[in-house]
């Protein structure tokens, strides 16, 4: 078990947006078609934002704010989540290995907790790429009926605020630009989708560890013989030190694993810090694009209703998605001795008793993962 095939779902989707992003932390590179393919699929990218560009200054403002600031600004988020994770390769790298020197323990409460959180979050990723993927296709396939309608073509009549060619120009132009759109707009949403998977990723892992290090705490001190009432005072005395000895030893491996987990949480939070805020901030913006389509609902067909609200309902589960994960996290890194206080531990050595206690003071360590306070990603942040 390690960082690459915990998650089919995330390599997948990692290949097939043509992020590449880090899967391993040597310098294996990804095979040569997948580099070609990822150089031809950003090449189409910045084929469409070099025209959405351009269709911001001569598109009426009216289309532009319907259907371009959505499309900008989630370009804008993919590409400075990407450029940042891949600038930070090493950090990247070094992340990994320590997850895999983790998960490499032959621990099957280990797996069966890994495998449960990484499960948990698979549907709801899967519906947020499909419901996004088939309404952005569909929203963007309606021009391909006006082709058959009219010989001469305005910019207006492509789906999003774009300009490839000076206007009017030929039927040709017009479905090459359409098919443009519509591939381009699949794949920016794919990798935005791919983005949030890769880090949602890392959360659920380090999330896991957090879990594991709470159960392996509380069934330390789940010594049956110690908390039986019928036990024997001589018998109490026999067993105590043997019983110090083994939570001792349990301690100390747990402490230690305790303590690359808190190292690991540092590391995410220097790659993260920026990109939460950036998510934050941009999220706004991308929201006030989808309640702009969603006030000029009057004014189109019942179709395109239909495929508004369902890319809005979209969006609001991807942001959900990440605030949840934000929000598991931060609990986990802050409930590791919550179960463990309600057991035996009282009745072990002063040792036992100091080292838990500084595992309780250990999680009043409030670690956030955004750089400013008030632009960080968490459940609160989301109902707010």
């Known amino acids: 078990m390690d960082f690459r095939n915990v998650n089919p779902l995330n390599v997948r989707l990692n290949l097939v947006s043509g992020n590449l992003l880090p899967m391993t932390a040597d310098d294996s590179s990804f095979p040569i078609f997948w580099k070609i393919y990822s150089v031809l699929v950003w090449f189409l990218e910045i084929v469409q934002l070099c025209g959405l560009v351009p269709g911001f200054i001569f598109v009426p403002i009216e289309k532009v704010l319907k259907d371009g600031l959505v499309a900008l600004v989630i370009t804008m988020e993919v590409i400075s989540v990407i450029i940042r994770i891949h600038t930070c390769r090493g950090l990247v790298k070094q992340l990994i290995q320590k997850l895999n020197d983790i998960m490499r323990v032959e621990d099957e409460m280990m797996r069966s907790i890994v495998t449960t959180t990484i499960k948990s979050m698979e549907i709801p990723l899967k519906f947020y790429w499909s419901a996004g993927v088939l309404s952005i296709v569909l929203w963007s396939s309606s021009p391909f009926v006006v082709a058959f309608q009219k010989n001469s073509f305005f910019y207006v009549d492509y789906r999003m605020p774009v300009v490839y060619s000076k206007e009017p120009f ?66 109490t005395k026999e067993c105590y030190p043997n019983a110090d000895y083994y939570a001792e030893k349990e301690m100390k491996a747990l402490c230690q694993h305790h303590n690359m987990i808190i190292h690991i949480m540092i590391m995410l939070r220097k790659l993260l810090s920026l990109n939460i805020s950036l998510i934050y901030v941009i999220s706004v913006f991308r929201f006030c694009g989808i309640a702009i389509m969603l006030i000029s609902i009057p004014s189109v067909t019942l179709w395109e209703v239909f495929l508004h609200i369902m890319y809005a309902i979209g969006g609001v589960v991807q942001l959900y998605i990440l605030c949840y994960c934000v929000q598991r ?28 206690m500084f595992m309780i003071m250990s999680n009043n360590l409030d670690i956030k993962l955004s750089t400013f306070g008030k632009y960080n990603l968490s459940l609160s942040s989301f109902i707010a």
């Open 170 to 235: 030929t039927t040709g132009i017009f479905v090459l630009g359409s098919v443009i759109v519509l591939v381009s707009s699949a794949y920016i949403f794919t990798k935005k989708v791919s983005a949030d998977s890769y880090i949602i990723n890392v959360m659920l892992l380090i999330t896991a560890q957090y879990k594991y290090t709470a159960l392996k705490l509380s069934m330390i001190f789940q010594n049956r013989f110690l908390q039986s009432d019928d036990r024997s005072e001589s018998n």
């Open 329 to 356: 996290l931060l609990d986990a890194s802050t409930e590791i001795t919550d179960n463990a206080f309600h057991e035996g531990w009282y009745l072990y050595g002063r040792s036992i008793k100091r080292t838990f």
